[in-house]
Each structure stands twice: as C-alpha cells, then as structure tokens.
T-cell receptor
C-alpha cells in the first residue's frame, strides 16, 4: 500500500543548509509536496514537484526527486531560526486524490 | 484572501461525551477535507466533500463520527460518543481544483485540538 517515511529529527546550526529526506512507496505518485507546520498552526504548503521533474528551486528551497529510488529531499539554504518547525512530505497518486503524509521531521535550528 | 477558519481552537471533554467542530473554507473552494492528526503523526484523511457531496469517507469511523456540508460551504464534524483515542488535532483543508486536476493544492486551517479525558 501507500506509505511515506521520514526521519524524525534534524538539528542544524543557523546559517547552515538543512536537508530533510523522504521515501515513498507509490510508484504512480504524480505530485509530491512539502508542508511546514509551526507549533499550534495548520500545515503550510512550501512547495511541490511534479513527478516528471527531478529538481525544483524556489528561493532558499530546493526539492530533489529521485523517482527510481522513490526518494524526495528538501534542502533549505541559509537555515534561520524561523525555519524551526515540523516538515511533512506528502504524495498524491495518479489514481487517487488523497494526500498521504509522512510522520514529519522536526527541524531544530540552533543559534 | 482569508484562510480556512476553524473553531473552537481547543476542546477538552470526557469520554462518552459529544463534540462538534466547525470549518469555513476559503471562498470559492469547492473541495473540503477533514483530517485527523494524532500527536507525532502526519494528518490522515477522514472525509472529503466536493461541494455538498461526499467523495470519500472510507476512513471515517462512522459508528461515532459524522460530518456534513449542507450548503456546500461550511462544514461540521461531530464525534458521538468520544473515546480516549480520539484525542488529536482535527484539521480542515480546502482546495480550488477538484480532485484529479493539477497540483491540487490544499490550504489548511489552524486545527482544533481535542483532548478526551
């Protein structure tokens, strides 16, 4: 069945780059998403990538997709303390409208 | 543009009591979703509406959960009776595109944190 997995925790120093990884199992995924959740808030869509792309850049964010290995990553350049949050990877299959979320990666940015 | 509104933000009840949550989606968004997010997990879809019709409620525990979207705008989610394991954040989301069209971006509300004692 569909499954999305992420590492639980990442700690980086302010100004460094952060890389958050995600693996998924549905080979028919059409779109893959990265959401950010700050404490007490809902999920905010950061970026998404269509499955026929292998990279997408948006300001400080770079998404890399390895479709063969079903691996997705989010790189945040020049990480700031305001980037501290939980980051969720999600996928949408070709035949499904549902978003399947991972369990989230908690990013802690140390001053 | 106003975002997705939800109320209440927090609710504490005892098991076997009833509770209702309300959601107002972004204006013009025909698709509305309710998700359950248990602590430490990602959101899981409970039910999806397209206008006032149910598209998918396969993950909704129908013996105790119900949801409606009578006029195709606001929606309510009800739990009756609540169990301890229903403690979670209930997120409402809406999207402009119907399922299957485009990136299908979903916009989330702040959620209602439910604690069942």
């Amino acid at each position: 069945g569909e499954d999305v997995e992420q590492s639980l925790f990442l700690s980086v120093r302010e100004g460094d780059s952060s890389v958050i990884n995600c693996t998924y199992t549905d080979s028919s995924s059409t779109y893959l998403y990265w959401y950010k959740q700050e404490p007490g808030a809902g999920l905010q869509l950061l970026t998404y990538i269509f499955s026929n792309m292998d990279m997408k850049q948006d300001q400080r964010l770079t998404v890399l997709l390895n479709k063969k290995d079903k691996h997705l990553s989010l790189r945040i350049a020049d990480t700031q303390t305001g980037d501290s949050a939980i980051y969720f990877c999600a996928e949408k299959g070709d035949s499904s409208y549902k978003l399947i979320f991972g369990s989230g990666t908690r990013l802690l940015v140390r001053p | 543009e106003a975002g997705v509104a939800q109320s209440p933000r927090y609710k504490i009840i005892e098991k076997r009591q009833s509770v209702a949550f309300w959601c107002n989606p972004i204006s013009g968004h025909a698709t509305l979703y309710w998700y359950q997010q248990i602590l430490g997990q990602g959101p899981k879809l409970l039910i999806q509406f397209q206008n006032n019709g149910v598209v998918d409620d396969s993950q909704l525990p129908k013996d105790r959960f119900s949801a409606e979207r009578l006029k195709g705008v606001d929606s309510t989610l009800k739990i009756q009776p609540a169990k301890l394991e229903d403690s979670a954040v209930y997120l409402c989301a809406s999207s402009l595109n119907p399922p299957g069209q485009g990136a299908h971006e979903q916009f989330f509300g702040p959620g209602t944190r439910l604690t069942v004692l």
